[in-house]
Nanobody, 124 residues
Framework: QVQLVESGGGLVQAGGSLRLSCAAS????????MGWFRQAPGKEREFVAA????????YYADSVKGRFTISRDNAKNTMYLRMNSLKPEDTAVYYC?????????????????WGQGTQVTVSS
């Protein structure tokens, strides 16, 4: 079992920055990658970014590429998402998850053990 807790969400003005954290506990050795997804009101949950735990290879959605940076601290079992140049379109609940698939993927079906989510609101 893997438990995930997101934090760092809040209200920010367009163009501002925010850093999200995801703390993992339990049997963290069993997963290959961690990732961030987001879900806006009335929308489907969408992929944001992922990172392989052992080697730090990253993968980003086109909508956030160049603005967001995903990273991890293996010693702390914590993943981060630095969000710069935020837009109102980034407003959503952001979720942390893990994947046991042996490759980086944006497919929702590959992820599981979701956190509770943290709200990010970007004002125009």
């Amino acid at each position: 079992q893997v438990q995930l807790v997101e934090s760092g969400g809040g209200l920010v003005q367009a163009g501002g920055s925010l850093r999200l954290s995801c703390a993992a506990s339990g049997r963290t050795f069993s997963y290959y990658a961690m990732g961030w997804f987001r879900q806006a009101p009335g929308k489907e949950r969408e992929f944001v970014a992922a990172i392989s735990w052992s080697y730090g290879v990253t993968y980003y959605a086109d909508s956030v590429k160049g603005r967001f940076t995903i990273s991890r601290d293996n010693a702390k079992n914590t993943m981060y998402l630095r969000m710069n140049s935020l837009k109102p379109e980034d407003t959503a609940v952001y979720y942390c998850s893990v994947s046991t698939a042996p490759y980086l993927t944006s497919r929702l079906s590959a992820f599981g053990s979701w956190g509770q989510g943290t709200q990010v609101t970007v004002s125009s």
